[in-house]
Structures are given as C-alpha cells and as structure tokens.
C-alpha cells in the first residue's frame, strides 16, 4: 500500500516556522524570543546627520555620474528633438532616479539597529482597541493575551455596537485580560476618546485583526525605554498576508511587506513623516495628549506622525517587534500606498504651515522627498513613455542607461532589505517562504513599473478619489485596479 504514495520532494516540505505571506496559510507556532536578542554589541553608532551626509553626498555623486553617461551615449538625440528637451528627457529618465535609487539603497546600507538597554521592562501599558467587528477585535485579543510581557496591561476598548461590546468584554475576562469598555458614539474618534480613560505612562494602539508576536509588547516597551529622550513613539514590524489566493499573491505580498519594511527603515533613520504605523504603535500618553492625539478615525500615520516631528520628537521602529495584519495586496499596492502617503504629507505639511516648521533637516528632506512621489510619478511616466517610443527610431541611449545604471542600484536595496528581513526572522524563529514570485514582485517594484501604474490608478479613480471597487476582479494583478473593501 505505501508503495502506491507519491514520494515526497525536498522543495515540498516546508522549514520549520515557515511563515507564509497568505491568508488561506495559517501562521507558524509563535514562541518567545530570547532575552539575549539585540543585547550591545559593543559597535559605536553613527549619527544621523552624518549619515544623512553621507547618504545624500552618493546620490548627487551617482546622479551626476548617470548624467554624463546618459549625455555621452544620446549624442544624436538632438538630432530628433531639440538639445533642451534631450536634457529634460535625460533627466527625468535617468539621473533624478539614478539619484533617488542611490539614496534608497545607501540609506538602507547605514541603517542600523541600536542594541536595547531594559531586557525585562514592568512599566504598565494600556491597550486602546476599537472594535467595529467582533471577530477582528477577537482575533487581536487573543494574541494580547499570549503576551510574555510582565508588566500590568489593561485594554480599553472603544465599540459603537453594544454587542459588539459586550461579546469582546466576555472574551477579555476569559482571557484574564483588565477590559474597560468605551462608548463611540460621539464625534470624538475612538482612539483619542479611549486615550482619555488612560491612566498609564504607555499607550498601545492596536489595529483590529492585527496578531502580535508573543514578544511584541515587551521588545516596544524596551525599545522605546533605551531609546534616546527624543523618542516618544515606536512602531512595530508589519508582516502583511494577502486575501487573494495563490503563489502569485503569495509572491506579492512577500514583495510588499519587504518594499513596507524598507520605507519604514528609512523613514526612521532620517526621521521621516512615515516612520508611524497605524498597525500597533506604541507611544508615551503625554506625547499623544500634547499634540492633540487622532484628530479623526480616518487620521493617517504621517499626520499624528508629523505633529510629533514638529514638537522635537521622534518615531523609531522595533524590527523584532512582528505584527501580522491581513490586506489585499496587488501589483498597484505600492503605488497606491506612495501616492496616499505623498497626499497625507502635503495635507500635514500645509496645516501645519510647511516644511519648515520641521526642527530637523533630515525630517525636511524626507518630507520633500515624500510628498513630491506623484508630481515625480507623472514626470518620469511621460517621459518614460517618449525614451520607449524613441527607441523605434533608433534612440535607445535614455532606456539603456536607465536600466544600466537605475535598476541595479534599486535592486540592489532590495537585495539588501531581503538579507535583513531573513535576520529579523530568523531571530524570531521564522522564515519567510519566498516563491518564485517574490523575484517578479521586486521585479515589479522598480520605478520604471510602479510609476506608471501610479498614474494610471490616479486616472482611473479619477474623479471619485478614493472609492475602492464594488467587488473582486480576476485581473487586479494585472492591470491595479483598488481593492475590494474588508470583508
């Protein structure tokens, strides 16, 4: 009888603690991480300016480097359109991404986590949880009830739906869990009216469905303990599974969640509006109250994120502080997540009275850089579009050089951002299963693809900005259409 099995192949059996960017895959067995994980490793950190200096310095270099090469190799360009509209086209084909690229990836190879100094922290913690679905609000409970975390914690719990309420203050007190219930009904938002029935020094935001790491709540609290006095905020490592089934969904989600990882890295280094996220952060309850905390339910990440910049504050991030959150992820993901992120900068940089009301430099370049991603988006697509037409009259200088001496550089962040991401994990006892998609999906990730997805998502949603599709649709990874709201 056992002759009849198939035989099974090594490419089958999965590591142990695989982790698989889906959905329809459940998570591996969560475990503790090691106290001895990210103790000081006796290494001497650079600042901030300094590496700020040293990552803008290679960008010029390398944008001027782009540009004589794209001048030496588009001689006869003038021939078929004129010499200044030859630069322009070289410009915005090759040397501001040859620039932006070499930013990226320089600024990925100076990141460096700082080792933390309070192993086992007991200062007390409240969670602030909204519930608008029970069973998303379940889910994330049960994960803050597996926490290795020593000190006191208690939930408060912000629900418009009584039994919504009722059905989650029954699970906490089965899971031994303090639970204070909130009324939402008013037009205060429901993070900053459960804020107001905080009596502790920390404060846990925790979006609905998340699933937190046994250790995350431990490894934010020390992190943001041995951070320096200007740190009022960390967030967590956002690990993203896709709602769409298959390999390919797989593959770009895995691309997504290393891409998010990467944005997030550099937006701490520098100290950038989008070093928040909305996922789990974990932030001092002065600092929420002193900038006024969520304005609005639909509140983003750079504008509370933004207002702490401003105050001479800062957010960092925890990598191994893992948080698991469940999304539909397609190939305009990034796109539309940039495009998002580059409005919710312009909208806090305008109420807030512009860029320099931002006390830091690094915190001011990265804001510019944000918020300039579509106008950036749309130059690069149109004159993206006229190189590849050029080609077909024997002009392929612009495009050559462009994946001469742009992709490598951004492809080589990613490389950099895969190496890291497999550390973290491996610290936790994990491993991201990669299929072959996640190579397509780095692939797809490059300014070349994403930039004219941008604007061809722009021009669909246009002018309902912001109205997600009615329902599913086979071709989403293909052409970026939104995604279908949370079910």
């Not at 370049?365 to 009259?393: E, H, S």
Request: charged fraction near 20%; proline fraction near 8%.
């Amino acid at each position: 009888m056992f002759d009849r099995l198939p035989p099974v192949r090594a490419r089958d059996v999965e590591p142990l603690g695989a982790f698989r960017p889906s959905a329809a895959r459940p998570l591996p067995p969560l475990r503790p991480i090691a106290d001895f994980v990210g103790l000081p490793d006796g290494g001497r950190a650079v600042p901030t300016e300094q590496k700020l200096l040293v990552a803008g310095g290679g960008a010029v270099a390398w944008l001027l480097v782009a540009t004589v090469v794209a001048l030496l190799t588009s001689g006869g360009l003038a021939g078929t359109v004129s010499w200044p509209y030859a630069l322009l086209l070289g410009a915005l084909t090759v040397s501001l991404p040859a620039g932006v690229a070499a930013f990226r990836t320089l600024g990925l190879l100076l990141d460096e986590t700082p080792p933390v100094q309070h192993l086992r922290p007991v200062t007390p913690v409240t969670v602030v949880l909204t519930a608008d679905d029970s069973g998303a609000a379940l889910t994330t409970l049960h994960s803050l009830a597996s926490q290795d975390y020593s000190g006191p914690r208690r939930v408060v719990l912000a629900a418009r739906d009584a039994v919504v309420a009722g059905e989650v203050a029954r699970a906490a007190l089965d899971l031994r869990l303090d639970c204070e219930v909130v009324a939402d009904g008013g037009d205060t938002p429901a993070r900053t009216a459960a804020l107001g029935r905080v009596a502790t020094p920390l404060v846990l935001a925790v979006e609905p469905g998340a699933v937190l790491h046994p250790s995350t709540l431990r490894l934010l609290v020390a992190r943001l303990e041995s951070a320096p006095s200007d740190a009022v905020a960390v967030s967590a490592h956002a690990l993203v599974r896709n709602r769409d089934p298959g390999r390919l969904a797989e593959g770009l989600a895995a691309g997504w969640l290393l891409e998010l990882d990467a944005t997030r890295r550099l937006e701490d280094l520098f100290a950038g509006p989008l070093a928040g996220g909305r996922a789990c952060l974990l932030a001092r309850a002065e600092a929420l109250r002193a900038v006024r905390a969520w304005s609005g339910d639909g509140d983003s990440d750079a504008e509370l994120t933004w207002r702490l910049l401003e105050c001479g504050w800062r957010v960092i991030n925890e990598p191994l502080a893992l948080v698991f959150t469940t999304s539909i992820v397609t190939v305009a993901t990034p796109a539309r997540w940039r495009t998002a992120a580059a409005r919710a900068v312009r909208d806090a940089a305008r109420a807030a009275g512009g860029l320099p009301r931002l006390p830091r430099p690094s915190s001011r370049v990265l804001a510019a850089l944000d918020r300039a991603v579509p106008t950036f988006d749309l130059a690069f697509t149109l004159a993206w579009l006229q190189a590849v037409i050029l080609i077909g009259y024997g002009h392929a200088g612009l495009v050559f050089v462009h994946l001469l001496l742009v992709a490598p550089v951004s492809l080589g962040g990613a490389a950099l951002e895969r190496r890291r991401h497999r550390e973290v994990l491996d610290d936790a006892g994990l491993s991201l299963v990669a299929p072959s998609g996640v190579r397509v999906a780095a692939l797809l990730a490059l300014q070349a693809v994403q930039s004219p997805v941008a604007v061809w998502s722009r021009l669909r949603s246009w002018p309902h900005r912001g109205t997600p599709a009615a329902g599913p649709s086979t071709l989403r990874w293909r052409l970026g259409a939104p995604a279908r709201p949370y079910a």
